[in-house]
């Protein structure tokens, strides 16, 4: 397998300055490396708030990263210019999670699925009519629906017509952010199965960004878990999923409400994610962890191998080892 | 027969849209009995919500909206009362928790001016009662800093703190039924579990009743004891939630639990059911679930399936169930 995309320690920070207040740092995305190879399908998983798409917007370059390298086929795309970008653009798309939101309510689908080959201008336009065609046809759409507007469609037609748009240009590379999430339980299964269908049939390489574990265990190779902008558990999705490390990975799986499974009786007193980085340098997960203990905030914690290819960030694991 | 609380029969609703009448529930009848947890289950456009909001009577149209049935709390019909008489019993003895508690809470008051004001206009107590029974309340569904949240504006609390003040307040007159409208939904999964299991404590503490309505079969076999699953408007099964979830009869049960991604397998098929929900408004003759069903019969595009009535009072509307009987 090649590695596609190669982050190494891609870091984010946003300054909040505000009149009064001290300026802050946020750090949405804290040194994530992480590689993509062809074919496979990476999940990111997380709460809200844990950098998960800052990341996607940082893989697309939307957003320029404050450090580190970000490698597109070997090429570090980090620092580029928008000039520079431009011909690299089709090659990494992405299917927004609001089919409601992300799609011109002015366009037709035909005018939907057309624009971003009229914006590379590499396709005259019969070949843009029959190319609109059959993508819409790939996407289990069909001719008549080339000239409906956004609203007649259903919400998984519009997944489906958000899906045609980005594979337009024959990208290599799809980012899904939470294509799923606003979908009913019955129509996500069609999607989820089209885009499983579309890998197998065009070799498409996936990051699919969500919160729902569940889903992201049917659909990835492999899982990145992320907490405040860290990655603090990355392996193959059945060892995450069902042998996790980290004390975080664990809580998380233990909340997914599974049916048959009873609700768990931990504690009732209100927690939320919460950024120990504040009080020193170390574990951010040390005010919620269960097993915190005080050398979790003496030193760097960093992401190592545990097993082959199961990498954790916790010191717990590091000292057992 | 036990007692009910609240005694839902053949209730049918007209509402009015885009200038003309349709019909978005057909026919419900359920009961909810003292101390139970109901689940409501279905995906979007079900009538999982009209349902909720024609029990607290805040369908728009009010009451004329309502063109059958009877909604009977603690054996007084609803349907007849009058709106002053509603406004009485809707946050005293039924409330109701909202999916998004931003929308829910006035953004320019504080939480315990809102607290204050819910408690005052039902109960004949002093200002300082009121905040002492406030703070009391925000303590028991366990959140940590009450004084602090008490004065807080909606805006400076996040996401699950929010909804702990909705419940908090939402069991300030102790009502005896609480309807709680996809109270998870906007939240993390492990907020999710928090507030799950305080609405089972807050439930076990006071004896009151919930119907909880969520689109997600994992959260209601977690937290209901019986469940009444919805489409287009109708109740298709309804019974024990162990059974309908581990042992379902109707075939849009089944394709249900079929196309949601189960975290304990590796399996890697999930059977999606074709199609999509029909709109409200759509008028059908049948069954209303044939044209996406698998194991449709003609019947069932004609005719209205007959409601079986299965042991443990297992409640199924399918031809097929019926034929095998």
Redesign the interface.
């Known amino acids: 397998m090649t590695n596609l995309l190669e982050l190494k320690m891609v870091e984010k920070y946003f300054t909040k300055r505000s009149f009064l207040e001290k300026t802050q740092t946020i750090r949405a995305v804290d040194g994530v490396s992480l590689t993509l190879h062809k074919g496979e399908t990476l999940g990111i998983v997380g709460?809200?708030g844990c950098g998960k798409s800052t990341l996607a917007s940082l893989i697309l370059r939307l957003e320029k990263p404050t450090s580190g390298q970000i490698l597109l086929g070997g090429t570090d795309i980090a620092q580029f210019s928008e000039d520079q970008l431009r011909p690299l653009r089709s090659r990494i798309q992405i299917v927004f999670q609001d089919p409601y939101s992300s799609l011109n309510p002015r366009f037709t689908a035909r005018q939907i699925v057309a624009e971003p080959m009229r914006v590379i201008r590499k396709w005259k336009p019969r070949e843009i009519d029959e190319k609109v065609v059959r993508l819409l046809e790939l996407v289990g759409l069909s001719k008549e629906h080339l000239h409906r507007y956004p609203h007649e469609f259903?919400?998984?037609?519009r997944q489906r017509l958000s899906i045609a748009r980005a594979l337009t240009n024959d990208p290599e590379i799809l980012i899904l952010d939470e294509p799923t999430s606003a979908l009913?339980?019955?129509?996500?299964?069609?999607v989820?199965?089209l885009l499983q269908q579309l890998q197998t049939d065009l070799g498409l390489s996936y990051i699919f960004i969500s919160?729902n574990?569940?889903?992201v265990?049917?659909v990835s190779d492999r899982v990145a878990v992320m907490y405040f902008g860290k990655i603090v558990e990355l392996g193959a999705v059945?060892d995450v999923?069902l042998h996790p490390l980290h004390p975080y990975t664990k809580?998380?799986i233990?909340?997914?409400?599974?049916?048959?499974?009873?609700?768990?009786?931990?504690d009732?007193?209100?927690?939320?994610?919460k950024n120990a980085a504040g009080l020193s340098a170390g574990c951010l997960y040390y005010l919620r962890c269960p097993l915190a203990k005080k050398h979790c905030l003496e030193k760097t914690i960093t992401l190592l191998e545990y097993a082959a290819g199961h990498q954790v960030a916790c010191l717990e694991m590091e000292n057992s080892k | 027969m036990k007692e009910t609380i609240l005694s839902i029969e053949n209730l049918t609703v007209d509402l009015l849209s885009g200038g003309e009448i349709r019909r978005v529930l057909h026919d419900i009848s359920f009961d909810v009995f003292p101390g139970e947890i109901l689940g409501l289950v279905g995906e979007s456009g079900s009538g999982k919500s009209v349902t909720a909001a024609a029990i607290m009577q805040l369908l728009t149209g009010g009451n004329k909206a309502i063109v059958g049935g009877k909604i009977l709390f603690k054996g007084q019909d609803l349907v007849n009362k009058t709106p002053a008489q509603m406004q009485a019993i809707r946050g005293k003895d039924m409330a109701m928790i909202f999916q998004e508690p931003m929308t829910s809470l006035n953004p320019v008051f504080t939480i315990g001016t809102q607290f204050v004001d819910i408690i005052r206009t039902h109960k004949a107590i002093t200002e300082k009662e009121a905040i002492q029974h406030a703070l009391n309340m925000l303590k028991a569904v366990h959140i940590p800093d009450s004084e602090r949240t008490f004065q807080s504006y909606p805006y400076e609390l996040s996401g699950g703190m929010r909804q702990r003040v909705m419940i908090a307040m939402a069991q300030s007159c102790s009502p005896s039924l609480l309807i709680a409208d996809e109270p998870t939904t906007a939240l993390d999964v492990t907020i999710q579990a928090q507030i799950l299991r305080l609405l089972r404590a807050t439930v076990k503490n006071s004896r009151s009743s919930v119907i909880f309505i969520s689109h997600d079969l994992g959260v209601i076999s977690q937290l209901c004891q019986r469940v009444a699953v919805m489409y287009a408007g109708e109740i298709i099964e309804y019974g024990v939630v162990e059974t309908i979830l581990q042992d379902p009869k109707h075939p849009y049960t089944k394709a249900l639990l079929h196309s949601i991604p189960d975290f304990s397998t590796k399996s890697r098929t999930l059977t999606s059911i074709p199609g999509t929900v029909p709109d409200v408004q759509a008028v059908m003759t049948g069954c209303r679930f044939h044209p996406r069903c698998a194991e449709r019969q003609e019947i069932c595009s004609k005719q209205k399936p007959a409601p079986v009535t299965l042991p443990e009072n297992h409640h199924i509307n399918c031809w097929k169930v019926s034929k095998e009987r």
Do not use: F, T, W
């Open positions: 709460e809200s259903s919400g998984g037609q009913d339980v019955s129509v996500q299964a069609q989820l199965n919160h574990l569940a889903v265990k049917y059945e999923m809580e998380l233990g909340a997914v409400p599974v049916i048959g499974r009873p609700l768990s009786e931990v009732l007193s209100y927690q939320e994610q």
